[in-house]
């Protein structure tokens, strides 16, 4: 059965400082997703992680997937007060559900 | 991507009364699932509703309690049934769009708070 594990929970740091959001899973996932979720808001997707190795990058935020270490991360360049939100990782193996990490809740302090 | 609504958008109900979730996709989608939130934590997958079958339940999850029903490509609901206080939550629709991602979008949800 697929585990999803995140850490840290909860992040505070500074504007203009770099740090990395690590997620772990069980058993095999054929892919990795990051979502993003703003207090009293729904899920906003980021990246889609298909294969060992692929890195994705959208402003400030890049993920990448090492399948090998079972393995994910969300790194982030020069925080901004405007990525304080939570971050979800989910696995997915084909022809099952998904399964969502616990979540880090970030913020960015100015 | 898909742009997903649901209604109501919050609610406040009463112990031992029933609320109907509605989501709606702008388009066909053969998979659908229900998520609970509940404050401060993740997500917990309650079903999948694909058209035409019975909805899967998780584990902890059933359908005398949450009963789903699945009309069409572009639409469900999710009923909590006899709310309790442990109900309060928030309840999300999401679909799988067809492609090699099988990403999954997701709903504005619905913040459920029973008294």
């Known amino acids: 059965e697929l585990k999803v594990e995140q850490n840290p929970l909860f992040l505070s740091m500074q504007e203009g400082k770099n740090y990395t959001i690590y997620c772990n899973y069980s058993t095999t996932s054929d892919r990795l997703y990051w979502y993003r979720q703003d207090p009293g808001k729904s899920l906003e997707s980021l990246f889609v992680?298909?294969?060992?190795?692929a890195v994705k990058q959208e402003g400030r935020l890049m993920a990448s997937l090492d399948t090998k270490a079972r393995l994910s991360t969300l790194h982030i360049t020069a925080a901004v007060h405007d990525l304080s939100a939570t971050y979800f990782c989910a696995g997915h193996n084909y022809g099952q559900n998904f399964v969502f990490g616990p979540g880090t809740r970030l913020s960015v302090l100015p | 991507s898909a742009v997903i609504s649901q209604k109501p958008s919050r609610d406040i109900c009463q112990r031992g009364t029933s609320l109907t979730i509605q989501c709606q996709v702008d388009s066909q989608v053969t998979m659908m699932f229900w998520y609970r939130q509940q404050p401060g934590q993740s997500l917990t997958l309650i079903a999948t509703a694909n058209q035409g079958s019975e909805a899967t339940y998780e584990s902890g999850f059933v359908i005398d309690k949450f009963p789903i029903s699945r009309p069409n490509l572009t639409f469900s609901t999710l009923t909590v049934s006899n709310m309790s206080p442990e109900d309060s939550s928030i309840y999300l629709c999401s679909v799988e769009l067809p492609g090699a991602s099988a990403e999954q979008y997701f709903g504005p949800g619905t913040r459920l708070t029973v008294t």
């Open positions: 992680l298909l294969s060992n190795g």
